[in-house]
């Protein structure tokens, strides 16, 4: 059974940092791509940042410079660093992934697994 499972979130000041984690039990032959989404009360669900066995990380606008995606290949877990965390970055984080595909990942398209998500929360 593929799981995702997210781990990491919590309470912190603006201006601090957090380190999600992702353990992935899903293993892609041919490639992958893997990201991580967030969504705030009242909001749609966007793409945060996404990595792929192929190339460079991509990462929303709104966190380019103060989150950093990275995947442990041996260890099979997707980590997003997050510094300097804002009050708009609240909300809960899902991580996703899905084998390489037709949609460049840098589109956040097409994520075919997900995990049930963990929740920050950032007090101004």
């Known amino acids: 059974q593929v799981k995702l499972v997210e781990s990491g979130g919590g309470s912190v000041q603006a201006g601090e940092s957090l380190t999600l984690s992702c353990e992935v039990s899903?293993?892609?032959?041919?490639?992958?791509?893997m990201g991580w989404f967030r969504q705030a009360p009242g909001k749609e669900r966007e793409g945060v940042a996404s990595?792929?066995?192929?190339?460079?990380?991509t990462y929303a606008d709104s966190v380019k410079g103060r989150f950093t995606i990275s995947h442990d290949k041996r260890k099979n877990t997707l980590y997003l660093q997050m510094d300097n965390l804002k009050p708009e970055d609240a909300g809960m984080y899902y991580c996703?992934?899905?084998?390489?595909?037709?949609?460049?990942?840098?589109?956040?398209?097409?994520?075919?697994?997900w995990g049930r998500g963990t929740l920050v929360t950032i007090s101004s």
């Open positions: 996703a992934a899905r084998g390489s595909g037709p949609a460049p990942c840098r589109t956040f398209y097409g994520m075919e697994y």
């Open positions: 990595t792929h066995i192929d190339g460079s990380p």
């Open positions: 899903v293993h892609f032959d041919n490639g992958y791509c």
